[in-house]
């Protein structure tokens, strides 16, 4: 019972303790923290905005690329081969230089790569022309890494 009330009024002691270290120093505390989140508020504020875009395309097949016999036990249909192929003229879609070049031209070669301002080039070469290579490579790095297409 004793050993019980002396726990008791140790813990009430630390935390009476820990209150008054808190009280004692809540002005060190209170500008420590307004320093802080003032500087991450002021750093933000200076900070160009970065924004960045992921998208996906997802090909779908119809029933045109399915193969079902009319004649004889309805088997399962059987996927054409020419499946690849129809990728393949996706992407080769998606990194023509004229389309490449539409964007470009569309979104402003100076926003995309804005390091493109002010340099000049050789041999008649523009920034906007550097800006649609540097897009064909951006766009075709991730397609390289893709080494099986699903069926």
């Known amino acids: 019972m004793i050993d019980e009330r002396q ?17 004692k120093h809540q002005t ?6 307004f320093v802080i ?18 998208s996906s395309v997802m090909v779908r097949f119809g029933r045109e690329y399915l193969y079902r016999p009319e004649i004889g036990d309805k088997s399962p249909a059987v996927p054409v081969a020419h499946q690849d192929e129809d ?7 998606f ?5 490449m070049k539409r964007v470009v031209t569309a979104i ?18 523009t ?4 800006a649609i290579v540097r897009c064909g490579k951006k766009l075709l790095s991730p397609l390289n890494r893709v080494t099986d297409l699903p069926r």
């Open 37 to 54: 989140v003032v500087t991450a508020t002021v750093g933000t504020f200076f900070l160009p905005p970065t924004y960045e875009a992921k």
């Open 7 to 23: 726990n008791a009024g140790m813990q009430a002691g630390t935390v009476r303790d820990f209150l008054a270290i808190l009280f």
């Open 127 to 130: 920034p906007e022309d550097v």
């Open 87 to 93: 990728v393949n003229s996706e992407v080769e879609i």
């Open 108 to 125: 402003g070669a100076e926003k995309l790569y804005p390091d493109l301002i002010g340099k000049t080039y050789r041999n008649g070469v």
């Open 95 to 99: 990194t023509n230089r004229d389309l």
């Open 28 to 33: 060190k505390i209170l500008v420590v923290f």
